[in-house]
């Protein structure tokens, strides 16, 4: 297996090269990892490694596991990749959520404020978000959605005037 730093012979950082879902059988470069959610055929799933670091910035990881922040951001960038990323990382969000629901649950079985403190909130279900101010990327697809709405509206008009 080759070890970290993961370059191909031109010196850039390999990316799909790098996972059993892109490999041909002719390729130079053997997959090291899988991108499914378990470990397939003898490669870890890099889903796996990722979420055992309970890392959300993927610093640690990509230290590890990759052997460059570098690399880590290279492959962050590539729009197939987020989507897997964005994935994981909400996965981690609910990990961490449930233990700490785990944490309160337990301080509220045992005695004093705290106690009730905790039960309170559980009891309110405190831990759902009440939703507040859109980010800049829902607004702004929100605003092409209208834009859309609004031009689909104006080419019918245009073709209702002229049918008259």
């Known amino acids: 297996m080759q070890q970290p730093p993961y370059k191909d012979k031109m010196g850039r950082w390999r990316t799909q090269s790098l996972f059993y879902e892109f490999y041909l059988k002719n390729e130079d470069y053997p997959p090291i990892f899988t991108l499914k959610e378990f470990d397939h055929e003898g490669l870890p799933s890099i889903r796996q490694l990722f979420l055992s670091f309970e890392d959300p910035t993927g610093y640690k990881f990509s230290k590890a596991i990759l052997g460059s922040y570098e690399h880590w951001k290279v492959l962050a960038a590539l729009d197939w990749f987020q989507a897997h990323l964005q994935d994981w990382l909400v996965e981690l969000e609910v990990k961490h959520q449930a233990e700490a629901l785990r944490k309160i649950k337990e301080i509220a079985d045992g005695e004093g404020n705290v106690s009730f403190q905790a039960a ?45």
């Open 120 to 164: 309170k909130f559980l009891a309110e279900q405190g831990w759902k978000s009440k939703r507040g101010r859109p980010s800049k990327a829902e607004i702004e697809q929100q605003v092409k959605v209208a834009a859309g709405v609004h031009a689909a509206v104006e080419d019918d008009l245009q073709r209702i005037r002229l049918v008259k």
